[in-house]
Every structure is written in C-alpha cells, then in structure tokens.
C-alpha cells in the first residue's frame, strides 16, 4: 500500500530554519513529480515548491523563492523541503503530495496529485 508520511515540523522563531521530509513505501515516485503544499486556517491548500525527476527540476511559489529548497534522495524515496527565513506567514500545515503521471513540468494544482500525505505542522512565532 502506497504511503507518504511527512516529519519534522515543529515551533520556530520567526527567522529559522525547519527541514521537512516525507518517507514514501509501498512503491517508488523517483520518476514522477512531487511537491509540498500547505494549507493555513481558514485558507485553501496553495503550491510550495515541486521537483520531477528530469534533471531533478525544481519550482517554487514567489512567496517561497530563495528561502525554500525542495530536494529528492531517490535511493530513500524521500522527499525533503528545508526552509530557511522563516516567517509568520509560513505558518500552516504541510503536506507532501506524489503524482502517478510523468510530467515535463511540476503540477501546482492539487487534483494533480494522487497520494497525500498526513501533514505536519508548522508554527512560525513572531
């Protein structure tokens, strides 16, 4: 059975650094697309930043450019997301989402993906 299970979220001051990951079993996405998406209160699940697997290409939301790295290491089916700078407004929950269709480019919409993970919180403290 396919599973994504995402880690180290957590509470950070405004300013610091997490690095998420997501361990996925029961099958290999080293040559699909995945990506982080994360949802706030009260607001819809929005695109971080996705990688596929030509050329490890990577994409990233505007509000995330230059402070998030998303990054794969294939041979532990894992995906990972550090996230430096952080802001108040990073503050949500995060999830790991794999595709099951090769793309030539990172999908940014959520029905894009097949397989979700459970999410991890993160805080972002002023």
């Known amino acids: 059975q396919e599973q994504l299970v995402e880690s180290g979220g957590g509470v950070v001051q405004a300013g610091g650094s997490l690095r998420l990951s997501c361990a996925a079993s029961?099958?290999?996405?080293?040559?699909?697309?995945m990506a982080w998406f994360r949802q706030a209160p009260g607001k819809e699940r929005e695109f971080v930043a996705g990688?596929?697997?030509?050329?490890?290409?990577?994409y990233y939301a505007d509000s995330v450019k230059g402070r998030f790295t998303i990054s794969r290491d294939n041979a532990k089916n894992t995906l990972y997301l550090q996230m430096n700078s952080l802001k108040p407004e990073d503050t949500a929950v995060y999830y790991c989402?794999?595709?099951?269709?090769?793309?030539?480019?990172?999908?940014?919409?959520?029905?894009?993906?097949?397989?979700w993970g459970q999410g991890t919180q993160v805080t972002v403290s002023s």
């Open positions: 989402a794999a595709s099951t269709r090769r793309s030539a480019v990172v999908p940014e919409r959520a029905h894009d993906y097949d397989y």
């Open positions: 029961g099958r290999s996405f080293s040559t699909y697309p």
């Open positions: 990688i596929i697997w030509f050329r490890s290409n990577q």
